[in-house]
Structures are given as C-alpha cells and as structure tokens.
C-alpha cells in the first residue's frame, strides 16, 4: 500500500492531478480537491505522475 | 526543472548507469511559476519552490553553477564554463529560456528587473514596497502576475503593453478585455498599443518615457517583454535552432537537413515539435508542463536506447501528443487552460457569465484548440477528454 499527502496549505485546487490519477484524486462540486489517502502499489505510478505535475507541488508519497 | 524529471525517468525506465546535470543557476532545480505569484507576494526562498528529492536520483552528479558552453557531436563532448569537457553516450538539452529585455538607449540603471530565476524574484521582492512606483513592461502572463502582485503589496502599478489588450494573444479578445477590467479595478494602470522610448535616470531609473511622450516616475522597472532561447551553445553542429531546436516526435535534435541525432535530446521550453492534437507544425510551447511531458518522453527512448532493451528502435514511432496545460492566479482569479488557445481565431462563452466565473472555448476554424475558465476547475477539466 502506499500513503498519499496533499499539502492543503498549499494546494490551489487546480485539478493537474486528477487527470493523472483519478482513481485517488477528483474536484468535487465546489472546485475542491478530494483524495484518497491510501492506495493500493497498483496506483504508484499514476501518483507518481501526479505528484510531477502538481503546480504547487503539494503532494507527496509517504512511503 | 527539465533536468531534473529527466533523470528521475531516467531511473524509472530502467536506466541504472551514471548521470551527470550541468546547471548554470547555483541552485538546486526549483518551480518556477510561483515566482510571479504567491513567492513573490510573500517570502522568497529556495525551500519554498525546491522540487522534493527522490531517493531513485539520489546518485545524480549535479554541477551546479556552471553552465555547457560548447557541444562536439562527433565526439559526443559538452564542454562548460571551468573548462571541463564531458564525455557522454547520451545528452539531453534542457537549457531553457533567459528573458528578453527592453532594448534602450539609456539602458545602465539600477532596479530594472527581469523575472526568470529565483534570484531575480529574491531582488525584485525587496523592491515591492507600498507607495512605490512600479512600472511593468510587457502585458502577457508573467506581466499581468506580477501586476497583480505588486499591487497586493501596496504598490503603484503601470503596464505598457503593445496590443490592444493585456493576455490578449492567449485569452482572445473579450476574455482578456475583462481580466483587462478586474486589474483597473484594483488600481492597475494601462498603457495599450505602446512602447518604450527610453528610461530616466542617472544611476537607478526614475522614469520611463512612453513612445507617445508621456512621463511615468518610476521607482522599479520590471521586464517582461517575452523569453530567448539558450541555444547558442549548440553552434558549429549543423543542428537546426531556427527557435529553440528542432526535435522530431522522440525528441531527437535534428540537423539542417532534416536528419534525427541519435543520442542528443531536447526538452522543455526550447525544443520545437510537432503536436498531433493540433497539426503538423513544429513549436516551442513554453507552458509549465511541456517540461515534464517532454523529459518523460526523451527519457523513456534514452532508457530503451542505452539499456538495449528489446523495445528500441520501436519506441522512436510511439506517439507523442501531450496537451499543454496553464495557469495563473491574478487576485482572486484563478485562470485555468488547457490546449494552445493562442491558435485560436475565435473564442466563445460556453459556460458561466463573462463578469463572474467563466469558461471560454477556442476554436481554429471548427476545431476546439483550447479551453480557458477563471473559476469552474472541474468544467474546464472535463474538456480534456475532448483533446485527448
């Protein structure tokens, strides 16, 4: 399993990640993001990509 | 940036060999959007932008510092600025823009800034102080970020721009005319359709002369009148760098002729490619992540290529369509896009109302090339499904 951050200090809500992987992380009906804190290795990868592409860099994998 | 998610794929793809990165700024890769934004408006400093450290490239060889100042492709050598030349059987070109500046005649002043690296934003910010007299020079995005800013910070903002609108060439006529309005209604001033003549002042500016002869005092003179390419280094290589370098869909720099280098790469803002989800025309696309999306790409041929995996030479003919992506915050607007609007001759309102939250379509003839919202992320997120 692996554990996922989102820093929301610093998140904008830009939703850069959702598209990575979005079995974890979705903009709710508010713009907000929501995300699942625990993942399974099968989603590594994808949260990997989504981690690059944060613009505010707010999210990080807790091994 | 560029280098950095390069040898980070490079890990990823297999490739368990050495890595050198030449880097000419002293620090350690940093992101730089918020240099215009939030750093600036609050502090600046290398730990809040540094990208986190990866324990795969933890064994990277970084020479900081000192930048490539010549390239031997016959010889596959890059030479930099310690005189040091290193050998490679891959090379990777990640050596970005430098910003363009107003060219003048009385141009020796103090407090005339540019905003590229973490040290300019370090400089610039002690320079935005309440009551004084900011005048920006360039209507575009970095232009309207650090306007919007610096007003926040209690400065006396004007911009001079050369089109009838800030943002115009990537917003489109009406959208732009109505970020346009929201920063004159928080006090920004704009000169449109104008330029600058010269600067006043004997050792630090005090003033700029317009090109229609009005005077602004001035205390603090930002450039943002648009980026060069750091090509020059690549010369006497018969490499094609008519705009950045010329890379086919593997990212390979290719010769005058049309011909692909094997083993020399470019990414980031410099290479100019051709994207499938548009045309077939080659471009430099300077939004946040080309960088990324082209170090992934370059790297996964490089793993495939040095590790002699069963997938090279196959993967040169993979496709490669990433969908360039911005944002930007101004106030309380938050501007999100996706595709290349500036392709555009039309844009139109799809959702939402022009004075509030909004979300424009921007179409090249009958096809949609763009999308922009201020507000609505998860509107303008659903778009990316049409592009991709």
């Not at chain 2, 933890?58 to 005189?83: F, P, Q, R, Y």
């Not at chain 2, 070109?93 to 103090?110: C, F, I």
């Not at chain 2, 928080?186 to 330029?195: A, D, I």
């Not at chain 2, 020059?232 to 370098?245: A, C, F, M």
Request: net charge negative; aromatic share 6%; proline share 4%.
């Amino acid at each position: 399993m692996i554990k996922i951050e989102v820093d929301m200090t610093k998140c904008q809500h830009y939703g850069q990640c959702v598209f990575e992987a979005p079995n974890i992380f979705r903009l709710n009906n508010d713009d907000k993001l929501e995300y699942t804190a625990v993942a399974d290795d099968s989603e590594r990868a994808n949260v990997e990509a989504a981690v690059d592409v944060c613009p505010m860099q707010a999210i990080r994998i807790v091994e | 940036m560029g280098g950095l998610r390069c040898a980070e794929a490079l890990r990823r793809f297999g490739y368990t060999g050495a890595i050198t990165v030449i880097g000419e700024e002293s620090w350690k890769p940093y992101n730089r959007p918020p240099l215009s934004k939030e750093v600036l408006a609050k502090e600046v400093s290398h730990q809040a932008v540094a990208f986190e450290e990866r324990s795969a490239t933890a064994d990277v060889n970084w020479i900081l510092g000192t930048k490539a100042v010549s390239l031997d492709v016959e010889h596959n050598t890059v030479t930099d600025s310690d005189g040091q030349t290193h050998r490679y059987s891959a090379l990777v070109v990640a050596t970005g823009l430098r910003p363009k500046r107003v060219v003048v005649e009385n141009s020796e002043l103090a407090n005339r800034f540019a905003l590229r690296t973490l040290d300019d934003a370090m400089a610039l910010r002690e320079q935005l102080q309440p009551g004084r007299n900011v005048v920006i020079v360039g209507g575009g995005f970095i232009g309207c970020e650090v306007a919007a800013t610096a007003t926040k910070l209690g400065a006396n903002v004007t911009v001079i721009h050369n089109a009838s609108h800030p943002m115009l060439r990537q917003l489109g006529d009406e959208l732009a005319s109505q970020m346009q309005l929201r920063h004159e209604a928080e006090g920004v001033r704009f000169l449109l359709k104008r330029s600058v003549d010269d600067l006043i002042g004997e050792t630090s500016i005090t003033g700029v002369k317009v090109d229609d002869g009005e005077i602004l005092d001035c205390d603090v003179l930002v450039e943002a009148v648009g980026s060069l390419p750091n090509v020059e280094w690549l010369s006497n290589n018969n490499i094609d760098r008519n705009d950045g370098v010329l890379v086919d869909s593997a990212m390979r720099v290719t010769r005058k002729d049309g011909s692909p280098i094997k083993n020399v790469f470019a990414i980031g803002d410099i290479a100019r490619f051709a994207n499938p989800l548009f045309d077939g025309v080659p471009r430099r696309v300077e939004h946040w992540n080309m960088p990324t999306e082209t170090a992934k790409r370059a790297a996964s041929v490089i793993a495939a290529m040095l590790t002699e995996a069963p997938s090279y030479p196959g993967i040169l003919d993979d496709d490669f369509k990433p969908l360039p992506s911005f944002w930007s915050d101004q106030y309380e607007n938050h501007l999100l896009a996706f595709g290349l609007t500036s392709l555009a001759d039309r844009a139109e309102l799809a959702q939402g109302d022009i004075g509030g939250d909004c979300v424009f379509e921007y179409y090249r003839e009958n096809q949609l090339v763009g999308v922009c919202g201020i507000g609505m992320r998860a509107a303008v997120q659903s778009y990316r499904s049409k592009f991709i």
